[in-house]
């Protein structure tokens, strides 16, 4: 199994107080991979250490097969472009329109012609059912089609990784489902590997095809869903047994 | 009501430990600690009630055995009283939680170092902000569409009422402050020398950018905290774009371009508000006041004025920028990062003002 992600003794702080202490993790390639975890447990710093938004203390994250803390502006830039990141609250520009939005990345790394990049544009925020929202402003949006229009921007240049950081939070179910379904679409017809931190059990059990489970800002599990439900990790069986219903 | 007895080492409570109780069971412990030299039993068997205050109290208790080396063993507790006391026990936690107190010394070492770093960030900014600023002149790619005429209009376009009155009002109040001098002397006409002067020289560009400050200079704090607050910032990192390339150049660009402008609009209206003193009060006619006011002005007046508010506009980007980009928190962080960006731009404004005076004039 290929892997997109290599993970070796990553060590994250902020400031002296150590986030991660040496995770040492893979990420297949073509899986939706879900990283668990209580709250403090390091599960947003490591999404930050790997898409580089914060220098790990000590270690090395490798994506697509480049260690990113070690690139040039130029080859750091090339491996964003095959990234695409969904932030918890969307992150979208507040100032520019939905389609605007969606089309920044497409203007800063393709020389496509606008004509286009519009049609890009519209057959992104289509596939999340928003195409009566181009000319919208973040603000006039509710904060599920934030999230919605953000999965449409981070998927802009139909990156080969997705990360998500609780992508259902907040969202009602029926939402929540056209997400996941929308998630697994993508993972299927794009063949996009996915990472997401997510609490939600019941979009775990939809679309999880790999668990990682972080305690205390250690790795305390990897494996799959079944393998989580019996693994006998008292943190990690308890997690599983406490959410069903 | 709580009663408390002691047998020994056995101390036996009956009623309720709660908020109202709580302190007559702190004052028996307080004692009994002072004597005691072995382990000490809680029963609690006769305890009707106990809510987080006779939790901490246990806690407390424990702790205290602890620092004598000594145990606490609570008996007889119910079902309910379990309960609560796991609920609202602090435990081991309460005793990690203990932060240790920096001394004197340790502080002033932590807000040294805390201002070397702030200053290495400002200057990497600020060094980054010229070198792309430089960049975006000649290579538009990775640009905002339409930002810097977008930017051009919040910086400078919406700002002319404002700046228009206060500039009139300026050259009125110092008019009407030096008339009054100079009409005992019969010198009415140097009232347009001395308007003419201090506004090109100094109060112009002076009051353009302190209303700058206070009005895009926080615009500019708050508009960049609230976009590290929401992420957005990251949100461009994560897609490859420079963020100081397309947020912070286009301010740079249009405040460069407006702020001049705005400064000599400044100027002229301050110099009309000195005029209508002139003419209402000190009877100078139209041509007069103009021709004193030409004759006063020399090119270098004029020059260094523009200068000044350049390099002004600078400081309002930078540390509206500055200020935003090192927020903490949420909505309180961008508050506060608004505030500090308008006291220390304003601050810095009549530093550099001082500083261009003695290289100017002396």
């Known amino acids: 199994m290929q892997n997109v992600i290599e993970i070796e003794n990553l060590v994250a702080k902020y400031g002296e107080k150590v986030i991660l202490d040496g995770i040492n993790v893979n990420i297949p390639k073509g899986k939706i991979t879900i990283v668990l975890g209580g709250s403090g447990s390091g599960k947003t710093t490591f999404l930050r250490s790997i898409i580089g938004l914060l220098e790990p203390a000590e270690g090395t994250v490798k994506m697509l097969g480049k260690i990113v803390n070690q690139l040039d502006e130029k080859e750091q830039e090339e491996v964003l472009k095959q990234i695409g990141v969904l932030f918890q609250n969307g992150a979208l520009l507040n100032s520019i329109s939905i389609s605007e939005n969606v089309s920044v990345p497409l203007e800063k790394h393709t020389n496509l012609p606008k004509e286009i990049i519009d049609k890009i544009v519209e057959s992104k925020l289509s596939l999340v059912s928003l195409s009566h929202a181009l000319k919208l402003l973040p603000s006039e949006l509710s904060g599920g089609m934030k999230k919605r229009a953000a999965l449409a921007r981070a998927i802009a240049l139909d990156p080969q990784i997705l990360f998500c950081d609780e992508p259902s939070a907040g969202l009602d179910p029926i939402t929540s489902v056209n997400l996941d379904e929308l998630i697994l679409k993508l993972k299927d017809q794009l063949k996009i590997s996915i990472l997401i931190i997510t609490h939600e059990l019941a979009s775990i059990h939809r679309i999880a095809d790999e668990i990682i489970f972080l305690s205390k800002g250690k790795l305390i599990f990897q494996g799959t869903l079944e393998e989580a439900k019996n693994s006998g990790i008292e943190e990690v069986v308890e997690f599983f047994k406490i959410g069903e219903f | ?362």
């Open chain 2, 1 to 362: 009501m709580l009663k408390i007895s002691q047998n020994e080492n056995r101390i036996d409570f009956e009623g309720e430990l709660s908020f109202s109780e709580v302190k007559q069971a702190y004052d028996t412990l307080q004692k009994i600690i002072k004597i005691t030299n072995q382990d000490l039993i809680f029963d609690l068997e006769k305890i009707s009630k106990i809510d987080s205050s006779g939790v901490a109290f246990l806690d407390i208790a424990r702790e205290k055995l602890k620092s004598k080396n000594l145990e606490l063993k609570i008996f007889n507790t119910s079902q309910d009283i379990q309960e609560v006391i796991q609920t609202f026990s602090a435990g081991k936690v309460a005793l990690n939680l203990q932060v240790k107190k920096d001394g004197f010394l340790e502080s002033i070492g932590d807000s040294f170092y805390g201002f070397i770093q702030n200053l290495e960030n400002l200057l990497y900014l600020i060094s980054d902000i010229f070198f792309w600023s430089i960049v975006g002149i000649f290579n538009r790619k990775g640009a905002r569409k339409d930002s810097f005429i977008q930017q051009a209009v919040l910086i400078g376009v919406n700002s002319v009422p404002i700046l228009g009155l206060i500039s009139l009002l300026i050259g009125l109040i110092l008019a009407l402050q030096s008339a009054e001098q100079l009409r005992q002397f019969g010198a009415n006409i140097y009232v347009a020398d001395l308007i003419a002067v201090s506004m090109t020289r100094e109060m112009g560009p002076l009051i353009t950018a302190i209303i700058l400050s206070g009005r895009s200079g926080s615009a500019i704090a708050s508009e960049v905290a609230t976009m590290v607050v929401t992420e957005e910032l990251d949100a461009l990192k994560t897609m490859g774009i420079n963020p100081v390339r397309y947020v912070y150049v286009p301010k740079i660009h249009a405040i460069t371009i407006v702020m001049p402008l705005l400064a000599i609009l400044s100027i002229v209206i301050g110099i009309a508000g000195g005029f209508l003193i002139g003419y209402f009060y000190l009877d100078l006619s139209f041509n007069a006041y103009l021709k004193e006011t030409l004759s006063v002005l020399y090119l270098k007046d004029f020059v260094t004025g523009i200068l000044k508010s350049i390099a002004f506009a600078w400081i309002i980007v930078i540390s509206g920028c500055f200020y935003g980009s090192i927020v903490r928190g949420g909505a309180e962080g961008v508050g506060k990062a608004t505030t500090a960006s308008v006291v220390a731009s304003i601050f810095m404004v009549i530093l550099a003002d001082s500083l261009f005076s003695l290289i100017f004039y002396f």
